[in-house]
């Protein structure tokens, strides 16, 4: 699933496409973003920034995956399973970032009341939207008293009858 389309100049000076998916995208970004120098090079060295060569980039990746025990016989199966696994992640991935900018559109005007949510120890903002989406924003109208809010959502204790013997109730 390619998301993006980058033009670099490679070597001998001529220009490739490269195609980068969302994740590979935000991370480069960030990467570039970070970076002090004014270098052209997407991948320089931290010394003397100039252009990492192909040689170093090597040695970093194999240095990476000694470290990690990945074994670099990757089976044409394997290859396929892990660029699936890797898609779906960034469907995913994009759906939550859909459903998050969803909930922050459609929660704006209740502000005031997740803040006031969050104050309490132990919630979060997510968990302040949630209260919001399953409670609701008139709670008095839906829950006259306090009591009604903790009996809906489960937090009253409960009067169990047992059967005992001759179908009497306890």
Known sequence: MV????NLRGKGDKEREVYFNTRCDKWLKRYIESRTDNNPAIFVTVRQPHKMSVAQMRYIIKRISNHAEINKEIHPHQRLMLKTILTHIDFLSEQIE?????????????Q???ERLDSIPGIATRMAEQILAEVGTDVEKQFPIAAHLCSWA?????????????NQLT
């Open 154 to 166: 489960g937090l009253v204790p409960g009067h169990k009858r047992v059967l005992v013997k001759g």
């Open 112 to 114: 005031e009341d997740i």
């Open 3 to 6: 998301q993006s389309i980058r």
């Open 98 to 110: 859909l459903l998050n900018l969803e909930v922050a559109t459609r929660l704006s005007s209740h």
